[in-house]
């Protein structure tokens, strides 16, 4: 009888294990209120896209901002953030996500120095650029084409800067740190890049 016991004790204890690592390793958990990637995901992204877009920064696909509803990380930035955020740091070069044409490239408020991307109906924002620029307004872009570099987190020299870090330096529009703002318009309206990749 203790045998039994025994052997039903031993039982349960290994269908318990094997139910932990299938929870653990095969079923996946979603936060929605958070992604993130590590670095050696970034070719799943390419493989699953359904749209042919490339990831715009390589090597960097951690996002410390989703689209959406948030808290806002410092004076100015919107609760209602229109992209997402990809740290990484400055001179981090970004690519063209898909074949397009350069429509524009200034210092845009909130948004620091930024450069968009145009084709079909699709406007794609890079925002928080280097002011060094690598392309030009009329710009025919490849897709995979480097067009420019994660910038500083302070700026100096921008007339109407109205951003500022907590030291009273001037910053590179609403941020708290060199980051990569990835903002897709599909008919004027934002989108979650993720949808896109």
């Not at 919107?78 to 955020?85: A, Y």
């Not at 350069?102 to 845009?108: C, G």
């Not at 084709?119 to 890079?126: E, G, P, T």
């Amino acid at each position: 009888m203790i045998s039994i016991f025994k052997y039903l004790k031993n039982f349960y204890l290994l269908l318990l294990f094997l139910i932990l690592f299938i929870i653990l390793f095969f079923i996946p958990i979603f936060n929605d209120n958070h992604y993130s990637f590590s670095q050696n995901q970034n070719s799943e992204i390419l493989d699953f896209n359904p749209n042919g877009f490339v990831w715009p920064i390589p090597g960097y696909t951690k996002i410390s901002s989703p689209f959406g509803k948030r808290t806002s990380p410092t004076s100015g930035a919107s609760s209602s953030h229109s992209g997402i955020d990809i740290p990484a740091p400055p001179g981090s070069k970004f690519i063209a996500i898909h074949d397009g044409e350069i429509t524009f490239r200034e210092f845009l408020g909130a948004g620091g120095y930024t450069i968009t991307l145009s084709f079909d109906n699709f406007k794609v924002s890079y925002c928080h650029c280097d002011p060094n620029w690598m392309v030009s307004v009329g710009d025919s872009i490849k897709q995979g084409q480097v067009i420019g570099q994660v910038g500083p987190k302070n700026v100096y020299g921008v007339k109407g800067n109205q951003y500022f870090d907590n030291e009273g330096k001037p910053t590179n529009g609403a941020t708290t740190g060199p980051h990569l703002h990835l903002g897709i318009r599909v008919d004027g309206k934002y989108t979650n890049p993720l949808l896109h990749f």
